[in-house]
């Protein structure tokens, strides 16, 4: 663990900040090059990424704030204080932030909505194996107690230990290298398929499918703390709702948008 890399002078340099700056520089760079062999110029690829990552940004604190309302109680000041370090951020926030303001750039600047989507889309799974590098050498974003040969120890003074109800010392699941791996996974599987024939839309509605679904399930090795909800018998916590939500959006968004490329609808792009 290592949340501080390393200091230039007096200035500590934060692991989750520098690989969120690293994770939106290629990020950016990826966009640009895929942007040019679609026929978008690099400056609406650049227009449109640095409102992305400030929505990233944005949507990633909102989202961790309403989700935790009880650690701001009587010190609101601190739900702005990013100064404070890039902590209290929750990543599927900030996914769904981005790509609503996304379509909002896009239609406001009457740009190919679906082309784009599946030109940007790849940057974000990209950001995902970064920034989750940046979280575990952070301490943020860990999971659950475990006995199994993959969990891992951490300072005793880690945020894992702190106020969880975790012993220190005690193993826990890696989390933050699932979810890293799980983007580098998905990013494959979208340029891979991008070298494939699809109709317009594909690969953004593939990334929100298999993203719905990869952060489902490592959230069941996370650590929670906040209520449950029950479905239909079922316990499940907010992120793991918006990742179904995600699912069947996609799932959905899918069919409507192959059959309109099949001609079944007419309704213009």
């Given at each position: 663990m290592h949340p501080v890399l390393f200091k230039i002078g007096s200035l500590p340099?934060?692991?989750?900040?520098?690989?969120?700056?690293?994770?939106f520089m290629l990020g950016l760079w990826l966009a640009a090059r895929r942007g040019e062999a679609a026929g978008i110029s690099r400056g609406d690829i650049y227009d449109l990424g640095v409102r992305l990552m400030?929505?990233?940004?944005?949507?990633?604190?909102?989202?961790?704030?309403?989700?935790?309302?009880?650690?701001f109680q009587g010190h609101w000041l601190d739900v702005i204080a990013i100064w404070k370090g890039l902590y209290g951020l929750s990543m599927l926030g900030g996914v769904i932030l981005a790509?609503?303001?996304?379509?909002?750039?896009?239609?406001?600047?009457?740009?190919?909505?679906?082309?784009?989507a599946d030109v940007i889309?790849?940057?974000?799974?990209?950001?995902?194996?970064?920034?989750?590098?940046?979280?575990?050498l952070n301490g943020c974003c860990f999971g659950a107690e475990t006995s199994c040969s993959l969990g891992i120890s951490f300072p005793d003074s880690a945020m894992p230990y702190f106020n969880t109800g975790i012993i220190p010392g005690s193993h826990i699941h890696p989390t933050q290298l699932y979810s890293s791996l799980s983007g580098l996974f998905i990013i494959g599987i979208l340029l891979w398929a991008d070298r494939r024939k699809h109709f317009p839309g594909?690969?953004?509605?593939?990334?929100?499918?298999?993203?719905?679904?990869?952060?489902?399930?490592?959230?069941?090795?996370?650590?929670?703390?906040h209520a449950y909800s029950q479905i239909m018998g079922y316990s499940f916590n907010d992120n793991?709702?918006?990742?179904?939500?995600?699912?069947?959006?996609?799932?959905?968004?899918?069919?409507?948008?192959?059959?309109?490329?099949?001609g079944i609808f007419s309704v213009s792009s």
């Open positions: 340099i934060n692991s989750y900040g520098l690989m969120l700056a690293v994770s400030i929505a990233a940004i944005v949507g990633s604190r909102v989202f961790y704030v309403v989700t935790h309302m009880s650690e790509v609503a303001v996304g379509f909002y750039t896009i239609w406001r600047k009457h740009l190919p909505k679906w082309k784009l889309i790849p940057s974000f799974a990209l950001g995902i194996f970064i920034t989750r590098i940046g979280c575990f594909f690969i953004f509605c593939l990334f929100l499918g298999l993203y719905g679904v990869t952060r489902f399930g490592i959230e069941e090795f996370r650590y929670f703390d793991q709702i918006i990742s179904l939500i995600m699912f069947l959006s996609a799932f959905i968004l899918g069919v409507w948008l192959y059959l309109r490329y099949r």
